[in-house]
């Protein structure tokens, strides 16, 4: 197995895991895809956290609550995550499958606002040494070319971060 080495400004870098924040879009894909590769060429592991935000997670515990009265059947908060990272899984899937690839997921249910604080404390506890993220493009006027969400992750991280922006 090749390994990758990055040459960074604190020397030599190779990847041992990685985080990929995700979200249902193909620039979310687009990234998975370069997480995957340096993964690869790493033979490293890779941690999925999958954004449920609050309305997402409302509404999935109304459409659980409408099975419950129709089958009789009880669910809880499980089974609402259980369901998000089935979803999580099959988008992954649709990059990782085919380089074979299986990577931990972790569902977060959050705002925004908290979703920063949220891979930050994945990243460390996964002991993920790379994280791989897309922030909001932003005017010049705009607090930061790449967004508040992304501006805290690289600020905050302690090690290494790939960015694109959407």
């Known amino acids: 197995m ?3 080495y990055r040459l960074t400004l604190r020397g030599l870098y190779h990847m041992k895991r990685g985080l990929v924040s995700l979200k ?18 790493a033979d490293g592991e890779l941690v999925v956290v999958w954004h449920l935000d609050e309305a997402e997670y409302d509404g999935r515990v109304d459409a659980l609550e409408s099975a419950e009265r129709a089958e009789g059947v009880d669910y809880d908060h499980a089974a609402i995550i259980e369901g998000a990272e ?3 899984r099959e988008f992954a899937d649709s990059v990782l499958s085919e380089i074979g690839i299986e990577p ?11 979703r920063a604080q949220r891979v930050l404390d994945a990243a460390r506890d996964h002991d993920c040494d790379h994280v791989f993220i897309v922030g909001s493009a932003r005017s010049p006027t705009g607090k930061a070319v790449f967004g508040d969400f992304a501006q805290r992750v690289i600020l905050n991280f302690d090690g290494y971060t790939t960015l694109t922006t959407e």
């Open 86 to 88: 089935a979803d999580a």
């Open 24 to 41: 249902e879009t193909a620039t979310h894909l687009e990234l998975l895809a370069e997480a995957a590769d340096w993964v690869v060429g």
């Open 2 to 4: 090749r390994q990758v």
């Open 104 to 114: 931990q997921i972790e569902v977060v249910v959050g705002s925004e606002k908290t």
